[in-house]
């Protein structure tokens, strides 16, 4: 039945995928899963048109830019509602940076995907528990890796329920264009060259011609740019070797990455 509905909808208007899915399933056993980027706030904003009481959800990572909770609050302004925040587990978290410390990350792939994990994936995995059915804002022009994207699928990574992804055939400009329409706030960083917005020691912006996730990890060669939420990486073979500054990206404004 999924795999009939979603070649149906595939290439509908995402808000015929979304309502498709609030005529399935309970208000308190769905969710709008958003990092805060272009697409995923559509996807919330699509939803809220269509039940105002929708839930909308967010993993605060503990390391992100400060224009991201600043965002965060102009968005609960402008929905005028409130908007789920869910954390790492401190005890799991205290563990990781104490064994590896803050700034892991720069040394292999492993330890970057181990860090996502504990800051973002297992938030993630937590607040499914009790989910049926989960919509997130990719995109099949985002990746190689999520080329192949459904606008909707059964998440066997999170025992089976249903994800919707009903961004999968937009492109970029289609979202952009949303987002104008509809008068949406957009994130700040986006007018600073970023075009995909993580962690501020992760996340750079980009040059003019360089892929929208080059700036995501951008010290890591030979694996896709995911962190674990939405695909498993192929990991490089070899450690990444950290960039000249690493020490100190990590530190600064993401601005001045």
């Not at 609960?76 to 409130?82: L, M, P, V």
């Not at 022009?141 to 055939?169: C, F, M, W, Y």
């Amino acid at each position: 039945e999924l795999h009939a509905e979603s070649r149906r909808l595939d290439g509908a208007h995402p808000q015929d995928v979304i309502a498709w899915s609030l005529d399935r399933f309970e208000r308190q056993r769905r969710v709008v899963v958003t990092g805060l980027q272009a697409e995923g706030v559509a996807v919330a904003d699509m939803a809220i048109a269509l039940d105002a009481r929708v839930r909308v959800l967010t993993i605060d990572t503990g390391r992100l830019p400060a224009e991201t909770s600043a965002y965060l609050d102009a968005l609960r302004a402008h929905w005028g509602r409130n908007i789920e925040v869910v954390h790492p587990e401190r005890t799991d978290l205290e563990r990781f940076t104490g064994e590896h410390g803050s700034n892991p990350f720069y040394e292999s792939v492993q330890l970057r995907l181990d860090c996502c994990h504990v800051r973002k994936v297992e938030p993630l995995e937590r607040s499914l528990r009790d989910v049926d059915c989960w919509m997130s804002g990719l995109r099949r022009r985002q990746s190689t890796g999520r080329a192949n994207t459904s606008p909707i699928e059964r998440d066997h990574r999170h025992g089976g329920i249903v994800k919707l992804n009903p961004l999968a055939a937009w492109s970029g400009d289609e979202v952009r264009t949303y987002m104008r329409l509809q008068g949406l706030p957009e994130h700040p960083l986006y007018a600073h060259g970023y075009r995909s917005i993580g962690c501020a020691p992760c996340t750079r912006a980009v040059a003019p011609g360089e892929h929208a996730r080059a700036g995501r990890w951008w010290w890591e060669n030979g694996i896709e740019k995911e962190c674990g939420v939405h695909a498993t990486p192929r990991l490089a073979a070899l450690k990444c070797v950290p960039p000249a500054d690493a020490a100190t990206t990590s530190t600064r404004s993401p601005r001045s990455s």
